[in-house]
């Protein structure tokens, strides 16, 4: 999908987020994304759109073949048939999702219900449907008589069993060492500062003091290495971290 603005729009995700009432006149600004959840801003006339406005909205033209969620501030996402009409001036609605499907995939997230329109979904994905951050938190698989497992960012996982899947999120935990010495981290990546500052809380800092950071064992994309200010790495458990430094003085 490609951007699409209009002057004199009301953009509705901007009201919602500085907590405004939705004017009552269009046209208005939404936004709409394809089933990677990219989403762009899309022009509608009225505050009470259908389905099928919300697909021509988007540019689909043949119609038949695709579906629409809304997806809620409370995080629910439900389908919109084409002839069902959403109300912008609920407060409810922030976005919409449009698939080329002829039908939907139940999940629960966090114990939540939610339909999806493609037949697989993310770790990414399904982040972003719990309003967490990809980089603190992980969402995981809940697989009954067998033991739980972490979906990862860039995994795909099946919607169309039997069962209706289970997912829920955790805050990330990972397990490194700094100088040897044991540290838990609660995001995916560091910067250069943060290994610093794992390794030296309480410095010494300064422009006199410059410091060396290297890594072994990290993951696959980056395996080992060196840090310099400014840069930033993904970690995973059991990477380990050398920090040194250097008085000019």
């Known amino acids: 999908m490609t951007d699409d603005t209009t002057a004199g729009a009301e953009d509705v995700a901007e009201a919602l987020r500085e907590g405004r009432p939705i004017r009552e006149h269009g046209p ?4 709409i994304a394809d089933e990677r959840l990219e989403f762009t801003k899309r022009h509608i006339a009225v505050a009470t759109p259908t389905g099928d406005e919300i697909l021509e909205a988007a540019g689909v033209l043949d119609r038949a073949s695709h579906q629409v969620l809304q997806l809620l501030v409370t995080g629910d996402a439900e389908g919109l048939r084409p002839s069902e009409t959403t109300d912008l001036h609920a407060g409810g609605v922030e976005r919409f999702v449009v698939f080329r499907t002829d039908r939907l995939y139940r999940f629960t997230l966090g114990g939540r219900v939610l339909d999806w329109g493609a037949n697989r979904i993310s770790g990414r994905a399904l982040l972003t449907l719990a309003r967490k951050d990809p980089d603190a938190f992980d969402v995981w698989l809940d697989r009954a008589g067998r033991q739980d497992r972490v979906i990862d960012l860039d995994e795909t996982v099946s919607l169309g069993g039997s ?4 997912f829920m999120t955790k805050a990330v935990d990972i397990a490194i060492f700094v100088n040897t010495r044991p540290r838990r981290v609660s995001k995916r990546s560091l910067t250069y500062l943060d290994v610093v500052k794992l390794a030296y809380p ?14 072994l064992r990290g993951p696959s994309r980056n395996p080992e290495g060196s840090l310099v200010e400014g840069d930033s790495v993904e970690i ?5 971290f050398d920090v040194s430094f250097t008085d000019k003085s």
Do not use: A, Q, S, W
């Open 28 to 31: 208005y600004l939404v936004l």
């Open 163 to 166: 069962d209706v899947e289970r």
């Open 202 to 215: 309480d410095g010494p800092f300064g422009e006199n003091y410059v410091y060396t950071v290297d890594y």
């Open 236 to 240: 995973k458990n059991g990477m380990r």
